[in-house]
C-alpha cells in the first residue's frame, strides 16, 4: 500500500542524520568532535531535576488538562507578561510536548492549500516542512528587515515566521527592523509565530518580541520552552503564548494528538521558572566565552568567514573562499576531520556557501575542533 501523497512533502532534520553518521565512525573506532547537534551541552540545574522526581514520588504520573497544568501556565503567564512587557494571562498559554508542535499546530489551525508563509531562509528546517506538508506555498526570506519583509507579502500571506534569537545564524533581528514590521503587518490579516526558543541566549542588544508592540499582541503566537534555556531538551516541555481564538484550536489538536504534556515534567517546568536562575547566567556567560574564542579562530582558517552571533550557541561561517559546497565540505570535515557540523543547505537553498557548528560542546574541544578544519583547510582548500 503507498503512503499519502503528503509524505513525499515532509523533511527531516538533517542534525539527528549527520549525528547517526558521527555515531557510526565513532563505533568503528574514530575519535569524532560534535558539533552538530543544537543541545545544550549543560547538565538541567539540579533544583529541577529534583522537582522531576518529586513530582514522580508524589504521583503527578496521570493524564492532565490538554492546555496544561494551570499552576505552569500562570507561572508561564507571569514570566512572558515580565520578559515580554506585555499582558497575558493562563488563559493564553497552550502547554505542549516540545517547541515543534507549536510550529506545526498553529500551521495545521491556519493554513489552506495556496495560503503563503514568510519564513527565514536560512532557518530552521521545520518550517518549511511543515508548510509544503500543509500544501501551503513557502515564501522564503535571506533576511528579516523591513524592506524584504515588503516584498514578500502579498494578499495570499496568512502566516509570517520569525526567529530571534535565530537558529542556524545566531542573528538577532534588530529592534528598529521588529518595529518598522509590525507596522507592515499590523493591519493586514496576518498571523504572527514569533519562535522565540533562544530567548534567553543573547549577548548584545536583548531580542525584542513582536508581540510587545502596540496592535501585535492579538495576532502573534509566541513560542517559547525549556530545552534550551534550561538545559531540558529530553524533557520535551514547550509552550505557546497566543489569542484566545488560537488557544481552542491548539487544545483541540492536543487532543487529537498527544492528549496532553507528561504532568511531571510540567512540575519540573514550574521548578525552573520559580526556582533560582544562576545556572541559567552561568550558562549564557560560557557560551559567550566560546563564542568570542571559536569564531576568532574560525576567522583564521583559509577560506572562512566567521561573523559573531548575537545569540543561540551557533557559528555560521561562510565557507565559499574554501572553493567547496556546503554539503561537500560538511561531509569531508565529518569524515577526514573527525569535526561533525552541518551543511548551511540543511536550513534551505540559501544557506549555500555556509556551515553551522554548534558551540554546545566544551571550549576545549571547540578548540581541538577548530584546529581540525583549520589543518583540513590548509591541505585541501583553495
Not at 488557544?247 to 504532568?263: D, F, G, K, R, W
Request: charged content about 25%; proline content about 6%; aromatic content about 8%.
Amino acid at each position: 500500500m503507498k503512503l499519502a501523497e503528503r509524505m513525499s512533502r515532509i523533511a527531516t532534520e538533517s542534525a539527528f542524520e549527520v549525528l547517526v553518521r558521527a555515531r557510526a565512525l565513532e563505533a568503528a573506532g574514530r575519535d569524532v568532535i560534535h558539533l552538530e547537534i543544537g543541545e545544550p551541552d549543560f547538565a538541567t540545574p539540579s533544583h529541577i531535576v529534583e522537582a522531576g522526581q518529586r513530582a514522580l514520588a508524589e504521583g503527578w504520573t496521570k493524564y492532565g488538562p490538554p492546555q496544561g497544568l494551570p499552576e505552569l501556565r500562570e507561572a508561564i503567564a507571569a514570566d512572558v507578561s515580565r520578559s515580554r512587557g506585555v499582558r497575558v494571562g493562563a488563559e493564553h498559554v497552550c502547554v505542549v510536548p516540545g517547541g515543534k508542535p507549536m510550529i506545526f499546530f498553529p500551521m495545521l489551525a491556519l493554513l489552506d492549500a495556496g495560503d503563503e508563509v514568510v519564513y527565514p531562509n536560512p532557518g530552521f528546517p521545520i518550517y518549511e516542512s511543515m508548510i509544503e506538508f500543509l500544501g501551503a506555498t513557502p515564501v522564503p526570506m535571506r533576511s528579516f528587515d523591513a524592506e524584504e519583509l515588503a516584498r514578500k507579502l502579498t494578499a495570499r500571506t496568512k502566516l509570517v515566521i520569525l526567529n530571534s534569537p535565530q537558529n542556524p545564524t545566531g542573528g538577532v533581528i534588530p529592534a528598529d527592523d521588529i518595529r518598522a514590521m509590525a507596522d507592515l503587518l499590523r493591519e493586514r490579516d496576518v498571523m504572527v509565530l514569533s519562535d522565540e526558543i533562544y530567548s534567553r541566549i543573547w549577548f548584545g542588544e536583548a531580542p525584542l518580541s513582536i508581540a510587545s508592540l502596540p496592535g501585535m499582541l492579538e495576532k502573534t503566537i509566541i513560542l517559547d520552552g525549556f530545552s534550551k534555556t534550561y538545559a531540558m531538551t529530553g524533557w520535551r516541555l514547550g509552550y505557546g503564548v497566543m489569542p484566545l481564538r488560537m488557544v481552542e484550536a491548539v487544545n483541540t489538536l492536543m487532543v487529537n494528538s498527544n492528549s496532553c504534556t507528561a504532568a511531571f515534567t510540567q512540575r519540573a517546568g514550574i521548578a525552573a521558572l520559580n526556582g533560582p536562575q544562576d545556572d541559567v547566567v552561568a550558562m549564557v556567560g560560557e557560551f559567550r566565552r566560546r563564542r568570542d574564542a571559536f569564531c576568532e579562530a574560525l576567522n583564521r582558517v583559509p577560506g572562512f568567514r566567521c561573523p559573531l552571533p548575537e545569540g543561540a550557541f551557533y557559528a555560521f561561517p561562510n565557507i565559499e573562499g574554501t572553493g567547496m559546497k556546503s554539503k561537500v565540505l560538511a561531509d569531508a570535515l565529518l569524515e577526514q576531520a573527525g569535526v561533525a557540523s552541518l551543511s548551511g543547505t540543511a536550513f534551505g537553498e540559501y544557506g549555500e556557501g555556509y556551515l553551522r557548528f554548534s558551540m554546545a560542546n566544551s571550549f576545549e574541544n571547540l578548540m581541538r575542533a577548530v584546529q581540525r578544519i583549520d589543518e583540513f583547510a590548509r591541505l585541501y582548500c583553495q
